[in-house]
């Protein structure tokens, strides 16, 4: 089983920047297509973003294009989200998930406990 493990929430201003990683317990995830989705209070888990396993693909949700970008460094196992110009409507918990298939699909089988992202005004 794999478990991914989330870092790099906190607390920042309206225009801030937090960046966080996700990596998994235990085994490498290099297969993995990856992504990051999060859940505000009162509402439902949403998605944010997505990168394949060689990084070459990258899917984003309209409300975060072009203020947030997900990466990943396979040699450290590691994938990231550097979010930028954060809002307000930013703030939510975000959790990072993994796919046993190689390319951005639908189907996601791993997920972190989550981490605070907290954007205050």
């Known amino acids: 089983q794999v478990q991914l493990v989330e870092s790099g929430g906190g607390l920042v201003q309206a225009g801030g920047s937090l960046r966080l990683s996700c990596a998994p317990s235990?085994?490498?995830?290099?297969?993995?297509?990856m992504g990051w989705f999060r859940q505000a209070p009162g509402k439902e888990r949403g998605f944010v973003a997505a990168i394949s396993w060689r990084g070459g693909s990258t899917n984003y949700a309209d409300s975060v294009k072009g203020r947030f970008t997900i990466s990943r460094d396979n040699a450290k196992n590691t994938v990231y989200l550097q979010m930028n110009s954060l809002k307000p409507e930013d703030t939510a918990v975000y959790y990072c998930a993994g796919s046993k298939v190689t390319v951005i699909n639908d189907q996601w089988d791993y997920w972190g406990q989550g981490t605070q992202v907290t954007v205050s005004s």
């Open positions: 235990g085994r490498t995830f290099v297969r993995f297509a």
